[in-house]
């Protein structure tokens, strides 16, 4: 299969065969099924110059379902094919006698050893075994999808593939879907469709070159073209012709352990090309059942966050945002994968979703519904079982609609109604006692019904963007977890029973007061909370109460009135997990607080309108060695800070903004090694750029903000543009 975009990746993986590393090296090469791994390497496994330096070879498929036992013997077949000396006995030796056979075999040659398509690192012990170091150049290439796999590799010695840009992905279409035409260029009149094929194949050279290779055999008609694509995902699964992609894909579905496939699947009833967010992923899959239970050691959403990072190292998922400390934040489903994992609920009868005007739910009797178009949400629902789950993403359904479905509704788990244009949660409910999920995020609620307090199973409630007053009969909820609101104020009588969510995890944006306060300390499994309009008075209280929460990770605290209300976290016991912060008021005494000293893990630090008086950089840097973000804004009143060498050396990304008595930034060589964005913003005494952002050699991105001054701006394309040539990207966001 041609490619266009391995020109990099054949470079390096013939460098890595061919340099002069005399140790025994081992060479991953990784990525999603029809990325192109084994033309890659096989390619270069075919030159003859790689021949003649290797003269003892072998290129061994490894299927999903092998012996060690026979792997060996495969191995050691095609290593002597050559050579007459096959040992008799070779077909009843054991594992340990093959390994022994192998490594006298090997031990003074110069090999290369091609293990393709590795699923597990299972046979590994006994292979690194067999596959001696002998210290002439030996080099083993292993293909995989499995990130677990490609970790076998020495250090610096793994290629990760990634997808075709855009305009790669046209020319390898281009080539194959008009090979008999001159030039191989598109017609106009096949422009617009053919763009939507592409799009369609995400860069994914298999389905590139399938697709293509299929329509080079079609008239050259519009009409013809537009009926193929809007049966794609019929002719994935059907089209003899394109069978070899659906099943080369299929074989990551195949290979996943049971508790993952359902995990999986569920992420097929997001939209095409959505951005799923972790966090709401999770609570999703907790919410239908799907996390097993690993001990008291570690909670549910401990362990979905390692399947979800299983299926992303399986190239299932990919990543396309990291949070401020490189945690991945939300994924996408491939397009060609999705369409599987759609494929796959259909025939399991496991979801059915709504996802373009003619989806046929008539015979589809799935336990959950995602609905992404405007359709007859009745009829839909009446074609259903006791559905599990309902996952609505358009915003309009009609004022009727829960009345008329709730027949099929009594089993439910999850309703997910984000962005939805209701004005009221919708009569009976309160009645679903099995309901573990309810998203009602950016709707048009005017407020939250006393009986939402009947959801005795509740686990998730989402207020985001919607109401802000919550009854007291939300902490009737006892088995609540997460609690998501943009302000939150809880009554008299509901701060006074707080105590009732002993299970809550998260807290966001809830408003304090002196109830609310002395009752956060009962949270003892909080994870992350998020706290505002705290009182000066409040103080030993709060500090108290969030003592008391071991398992924090991240925290958020605005004080009422940031220039009167200090916030004295004198009382503050160590929070051994805590990874992310902010503090917004001022400081006590205008300084760091010594508690900041007690948190260990911490990568994230936010401080704004701390009033402080010295440079805090070299408290900081002594006491977080692991930041890896710090956003300093309008919380200093110097005027110079001073970043020495060895300060900060896992930050990635430098904030600073607001500090309006700032003249100087000092920034010396050897400091923040890694830091990979810096952002300025409303610096108005920085009019020089700092000579010290040379040193900076990892810095990616210079990020300019409003209401610098013009001086700084003429400087940096003038006089001072040599300070920041080696940075590629220079932008005024």
């Not at 352990?257 to 939209?271: D, E, I, R, T, V």
């Not at 309009?396 to 509704?409: H, L, R």
């Not at 930034?665 to 810096?678: A, K, P, Q």
Request: aromatic fraction near 8%; charged fraction near 25%; proline fraction near 3%.
């Amino acid at each position: 299969m041609a490619r266009t975009g391995n020109a990099e990746e054949v470079k390096h993986l013939t460098e890595w065969l061919s340099d002069t590393r005399k140790d025994r090296t081992v060479i991953s090469v990784c990525g999603m099924g029809g990325l192109g791994k084994t033309t890659i390497a096989s390619s270069i496994y075919k030159k003859e110059e790689i021949k003649r330096m290797f003269i003892c070879r072998a290129w061994i498929s490894v299927s999903q379902s092998y012996r060690v036992k026979d792997l060996l013997k495969r191995i050691l077949l095609q290593l002597m094919s050559k050579n007459e000396n096959i040992p008799d006995g070779i077909d009843t030796m054991d594992c340990v006698n093959l390994v022994e056979l192998l490594q006298r075999y090997l031990k003074d040659r110069r090999y290369l050893i091609v293990l393709d398509d590795v699923w597990s690192r299972d046979s590994w012990p006994l292979l690194d075994s067999a596959f001696v170091k002998n210290n002439i150049g030996s080099r083993i290439v292993i293909t995989t999808r499995i990130q677990a796999v490609a970790s076998l590799a020495d250090g610096n010695r793994e290629i990760k593939l990634s997808l075709l840009p855009k305009e790669e992905a046209w020319t390898l279409f281009c080539h194959k879907a008009f090979a008999r035409l001159d030039g191989r260029s598109c017609p106009l009149n096949l422009k617009a469709c053919a763009e939507r094929i592409v799009d369609k194949c995400q860069g994914l050279p298999l389905a590139l070159v399938a697709l293509g290779s299929l329509l080079s055999y079609k008239e050259m008609d519009e009409h013809e073209w537009e009926l193929f694509y809007s049966q794609l995902r019929w002719q994935l699964s059907n089209n003899p012709e394109l069978s070899w992609v659906a099943s080369v894909l299929n074989l990551s579905y195949n290979d996943l352990p049971s508790y993952l496939k359902n995990c999986f699947l569920y992420c097929g009833m997001f939209p095409e090309d959505y951005h799923i967010e972790r966090k709401r992923l999770i609570r999703l899959w907790i919410a239908e059942g799907f996390i097993e239970d690993r001990g008291p050691e570690t909670t549910l959403s401990d362990v979905a966050a390692c399947y979800l990072k299983e299926l992303a190292d399986r190239s299932l998922l990919q990543v396309v945002h990291r949070n401020e400390y490189g945690r991945p934040k939300r994924f996408q489903m491939h397009d060609l994968v999705r369409e599987l994992s759609l494929t796959i609920s259909k025939k399991e009868k496991f979801a059915t979703t709504w996802d373009h005007p003619n989806s046929d739910c008539s015979s589809d009797r799935s336990r959950r519904l995602s609905l992404h178009k405007d359709s007859n949400l009745m009829q839909t629902v009446a074609n259903s079982a006791q559905l599990r789950s309902v996952i609505v993403f358009v915003e309009g359904v009609s004022s009727s609609w829960f009345k008329n479905c709730y027949p099929n509704f009594r089993l439910l788990r999850v309703l997910s109604l984000r962005h939805c244009h209701i004005q009221k949660i919708p009569d009976n409910l309160s009645n679903l006692f099995n309901l573990h999920y309810l998203d009602l995020g950016y709707t048009k609620l005017k407020e939250v019904p006393r009986s939402i307090g009947k959801l005795s199973n509740l686990q998730t409630l989402y207020l985001k963007g919607s109401v802000m007053e919550l009854p007291s009969a939300v902490t009737m909820l006892t088995k609540l977890q997460h609690l998501i609101i943009d302000v939150g104020r809880f009554g008299s009588s509901a701060s006074n029973k707080i105590c009732r969510l002993e299970h809550l995890q998260v807290l966001k944006n809830i408003e304090a007061n002196s109830c609310v306060i002395r009752n956060l300390g009962c949270l003892t499994m909080m994870r992350s909370l998020g706290i505002r309009k705290v009182l000066e008075s409040y103080n030993t209280d709060l500090w108290i109460s969030i003592s008391k929460m071991s398992a924090l990770t991240s925290l958020s605290v605005i004080a009422a009135d940031r220039n009167r209300d200090a916030l004295d976290m004198s009382d503050l016991k160590p929070l051994p997990y805590l990874e992310k912060l902010m503090l917004s008021g001022k400081l006590d005494k205008g300084a760091i607080p010594l508690a900041f000293g007690h948190f260990p893990k911490l990568k994230s630090l936010r401080l704004c309108f701390s009033g402080l008086r010295e440079d805090p950089l070299a408290l900081l840097s002594a006491m977080f060695h692991n930041l890896g973000h710090l956003n300093l804004y309008r919380c200093y009143d110097g005027t110079r800070l001073t970043f020495r060498a060895g300060w900060f050396p896992m930050l990635k990304h430098l904030y600073l903004s607001s500090m309006g008595e700032l003249k100087e930034v000092v920034i010396e060589d050897g400091t923040m090694r890694s830091l990979h964005r810096l952002e300025l913003w409303s610096l108005k005494g920085l009019m020089s750029v700092p000579e010290g952002l040379v040193h900076l050699k990892a810095l990616q991105q210079l990020c300019i903000g409003s209401m610098m001054p013009d001086e700084f701006k003429r400087r940096l394309a003038g006089r001072d543009r040599w300070i920041v040539e080696h940075i590629p990207y220079i932008g005024y966001p």
